[in-house]
């Protein structure tokens, strides 16, 4: 069975968690460098749903000739 893709948020909230696991000091360098990996994967993740929302966004604000059109612009179109 497929594993579900956890969303941006899922992500953050899981990094924020390793990240106060590790500076709370209670885990051992093992256990740290592990959750350290696994944050870097979260990282990564996270990159890449933002970049994904960067260009979704970015098709939604192009003009009918293809051009992006500047968030000014944009506004007065809306008027």
């Known amino acids: 069975m497929a594993k579900k ?3 941006f948020e899922q992500a ?3 990094l924020e968690e390793i990240v ?3 500076e709370s000091g209670q885990i051992g360098l093992e256990e740290s460098i ?3 990996e696994k ?3 979260l990282v990564k993740q996270c990159r890449a749903i933002l970049q994904a929302a960067e260009k979704k966004v970015q098709m939604l604000v192009r003009s009918d000739d293809g051009n992006l ?3 000014g612009e944009l506004e007065r179109q809306e008027e």
Do not use: D, N, R, V
Request: aromatic residues 6%; positive net charge; glycine residues 6%.
């Open 20 to 22: 106060e696991k590790i």
């Open 34 to 36: 592990a959750e350290y």
């Open 5 to 7: 893709k956890q969303t």
């Open 69 to 71: 059109i500047p968030s």
């Open 39 to 41: 944050g870097i994967k």
């Open 12 to 14: 953050l909230k899981k």
